[in-house]
């Protein structure tokens, strides 16, 4: 089985994955000439979705850092607690204050501009030690973000940007994700393995966020170099109003597109929460699309790749696990020590390996012992 790929589109994509071979050896000149008769076999982008369906057994984060800084109390500003990713998030985030000894208080933006600053200025009022953000986008906030700078309250994110890791010309210091890119690209390559290279895809994403346009971007690089792959249509549907439209969009679609539509792909499991029940009702089975999303593992997505009904992929974030991450680097702020850049491996969920890691209770939670690694870190 075999599909042809841009060569250029090829190696931006297994680069970016970690795949090397050829990395930074082609001109950009040279691989546009090869670019429209070079073939590529499918088995790179099956290894690639394969390393990144492996169980993830083995710890690759940090070992040691500060000691807990004792009694601090922090604000969780949370972009919508009715997302999945950020609820688990924040779960975790309480999870691990708890286990350091620290106080918390969410506040949540409800998706919405007002929210989010009213949510700011209620965690400023609370004039904590520290702050961390839950799925808000730093730069379009940075202006209501400045007075922590000010006031030497420190900052760290999660998704707040389009780049993971440490961040640099800003009030936030850390970001802590997966590579946005990099899950996006595994999630456009397992619609065209599962496909045969012959996936229609729709793409479901979010233009509010940066991180959203950037894994849009990546997804449609990878289908857009599969010769035999169609991109229907690109749709930008507000996460915080996916409940109210998607319904309606899906029945669109799919009166539209018919069974030219196979693959949906999203930037996020919440569109599918809407889109499925949309299409059990449209006909079912009779219109099968395949969901796949990239990002970021809610229970309601684990649920449908479990029973086996449309979903057949998410790439999970370790939710929990982000949240203990998130805690440990603030923690070596508030001990005037630098963030670690610590950045998650990509992990793909599918039917073959949902009964791994969490799988069964609705969760990617790595079994690589992540919250005892993090609590002999904080008694040193």
């Not at 790179?44 to 369906?53: E, H, L, N």
């Not at 440490?166 to 397992?190: E, F, W, Y």
């Amino acid at each position: 089985m075999q599909t042809r790929l841009g060569l250029a589109a090829a190696l931006l994509v297994l680069c970016g994955l970690g795949i090397r071979p050829v990395c930074g050896q082609i001109a950009p000149q040279s691989a546009n000439r090869a670019a429209a008769n070079a073939p590529l076999d499918l088995a790179a982008m099956q290894r690639a979705v394969d390393g990144a369906s492996e169980p993830a057994s083995r710890w690759n984060g940090p070992r040691s850092g500060p000691a807990a800084v004792p009694g601090a109390t922090i604000a969780i500003i949370s972009e919508d607690l009715r997302n999945g990713g950020v609820l688990g998030v924040a779960k975790g985030i309480k999870e691990a204050a708890n286990a350091m000894g620290w106080n918390t208080r969410v506040y949540d933006a409800h998706g919405t501009a007002a929210g989010r600053s009213k949510a700011v200025a209620a965690a400023l009022a609370l004039q904590p030690d520290g702050a961390i953000l839950v799925g808000v986008d730093a730069a379009e906030m940075q202006t209501d973000l400045l007075p922590f700078a000010a006031r030497r309250i420190p900052l760290v994110g999660w998704h707040v940007g389009p780049v993971a890791g440490a961040m640099a010309n800003g009030p936030v210091a850390m970001n802590v994700s997966t590579n946005p890119l990099d899950v996006a690209r595994i999630t456009a390559m397992a619609a065209v393995i599962q496909s045969g290279g012959r996936a229609g895809v729709v793409v479901l994403t979010d233009g509010n966020f940066q991180i959203a346009r950037a894994k849009t971007e990546a997804m449609l690089d990878v289908i857009r170099a599969c010769r035999d792959c169609r991109l229907l249509a690109v749709r930008d549907v507000a996460i915080s109003k996916s409940a109210e439209q998607m319904p309606a969009l899906t029945d669109e679609l799919a009166a539209q597109y018919g069974k030219r539509w196979n693959y949906a792909l999203a930037i996020n499991d919440i569109y599918f929460d809407y889109a499925a029940p949309a299409l059990t009702r449209a006909g079912g089975q009779n219109h099968s699309v395949s969901m796949l999303s990239a990002g970021d593992g809610s229970a309601a997505a684990f649920l449908r790749i479990q029973a086996g009904t449309f979903q057949t992929g998410t790439v999970a974030e370790p939710l929990n696990l982000q949240g203990w991450q998130l805690v440990d680097e603030l923690n070596r702020l508030l001990a005037h020590q630098p963030v670690t850049g610590y950045v998650s491996p990509v992990h793909l969920v599918t039917a073959a390996n949902i009964r791994f890691d969490g799988g069964l209770q609705g969760q990617f939670d790595p079994g690589n012992g992540y919250r005892n690694v993090y609590r002999g870190i904080w008694k040193r």
